[in-house]
């Protein structure tokens, strides 16, 4: 069966300072990725997304960026991080055809001071 | 742009007092409607995916149903361990990598 890891499950960080969140997948290979981040306000919004390894897009412009160094890793980083980064950071994974669903983390909880 | 609406925003039931939630939804051409369900401070845990108007899918207490418009996830007999966020999310077919647009969710909480 497959399990999707995130860690940290909790951070808090300085304003300014970096970031470093990571997630793996288990037992499938060549899954499609996803970094999701949820406000306060229960809405997930897709943040990154990717097809294969080093292959990323972006959904919407900000602080953070993601790489994929591995078929089965998944990294969201940011080099200085602000106060509106604070949130519940989601991945994902699904089959790589699309009409599949989606399989979610655990999540990280960010909170920056 | 593809939307999906939720409501209610919040439903309080008696425990084994059935209902409904409904997410209305908008989207160029419709590849797959999903429900998940999120527990406080955990990631959404997937239900079902529906694909084409008139079909249903059931598991356990919960079945979900879609129409061209929108989709409900009726509630038979609920017991406080079906309290929970619920959420609805789309695919378009105009997506090559499954992006996913989500509702804002229904948080149900049902009393013994």
């Known amino acids: 069966s497959q399990t999707i890891h995130q860690w940290p499950a909790t951070l808090v960080q300085p304003v300014g300072s970096p970031l470093s969140l990571e997630c793996t997948v288990e037992?499938?290979?060549?899954?499609?990725l996803y970094w999701y981040r949820q406000a306060a306000g229960r809405g997930l919004q897709l943040l990154f997304y990717?097809?294969?390894?080093?292959?990323i897009s972006s959904e919407v412009p900000q602080n953070l960026s993601a790489s994929r160094p591995q078929d089965r890793q998944f990294i969201l980083s940011s080099k200085k991080l602000l106060l509106s980064d604070s949130g519940f950071y989601l991945c994902?994974?699904?089959?790589?055809?699309?009409?599949?669903?989606?399989?979610f983390g655990p999540g990280t909880r960010l909170t920056v001071l | 742009e593809d939307q999906v609406t939720q409501s209610p925003e919040a439903l309080r039931l008696q425990e084994g007092e059935s209902s409904s939630l409904n997410c209305s939804y908008t989207?160029?051409?419709?590849?797959?409607l999903f429900w998940y369900r999120q527990d406080p401070g955990k990631g959404p845990e997937f239900l079902f995916t529906l694909y084409s108007a008139g079909e249903e899918k059931e598991k356990e207490r919960l079945k979900a149903t879609l129409t061209k418009k929108e989709s409900f996830l009726h509630i038979t007999a609920p017991k406080p361990e079906d309290s929970a966020t619920y959420l609805c999310?789309?695919?378009?077919?105009?997506?090559?990598?499954?992006?996913?647009?989500f509702g804002q969710g229904t948080i149900l909480t049902v009393h013994p």
């Open positions: 994902a994974w699904s089959r790589l055809a699309s009409g599949n669903e989606q399989f």
């Open positions: 989207v160029s051409g419709l590849r797959g």
């Open positions: 999310a789309v695919q378009s077919l105009s997506t090559s990598y499954g992006k996913l647009t």
């Open positions: 990717s097809v294969g390894i080093g292959q």
């Open positions: 037992g499938t290979s060549n899954p499609n």
